[in-house]
């Protein structure tokens, strides 16, 4: 990681991160498959750490805030990561980690509503969509608004609208059952 704070990945060689992590290009290789394989497990070992007990209705805005906080603290890795030829490993992390927390928090938002499985998924990848891009824009202009005040828009765009989107369903589907 500690290269990509001062170059992008396209800059960065195997010989050079094993250099600086005193081993050999194979021992590399015997754990990765290639630099952007390295990027990825970066990627999944730090959400998974940042995530772990935010995953639910009432604590998934945290873990977000977390995850941004994250970026911010390491905001040269994440902007070259952004500026890199395979900056498609930060918004795969981005979807990755956002996709499964929303639908959790979908799931338990529809207990006793009328919705399919289709549209619980369709509803979360909405909002991991949308989630995924302003991250990514917020990447992309350099990270220069505090992640709180990007975690707390987010909150204030998405609470309770989730809901409010599965009773829509919800009555939709209803109205359809009954012929309205």
Known sequence: MNKLEHQ???RVTVT???HDCGTTRQA???HFDDIYDLLEWIYLQESAKLLEDNRDIRTWQHGQR???????SHR???????RSIKREYLENFLTDWLNPLLLEVVETQ?????????ERHFLARFYTLALVAT??????EGMVEPAEVQALRVEILIKDN???ALERYDATRRRATRGD
């Open 110 to 118: 529809s207990d006793g509503l009328y919705v399919s499985a289709e």
């Open 66 to 72: 977390l995850i941004l906080d994250w970026m911010q």
């Open 16 to 18: 050079d991160i094993a």
């Open 76 to 82: 040269n890795f994440v902007v070259n990561t952004y």
């Open 28 to 30: 590399f290789y015997y």
């Open 135 to 140: 991250s990514m824009d917020w990447v992309s």
């Open 8 to 10: 992008t990945l396209d």
């Open 162 to 164: 989730i809901r409010n």
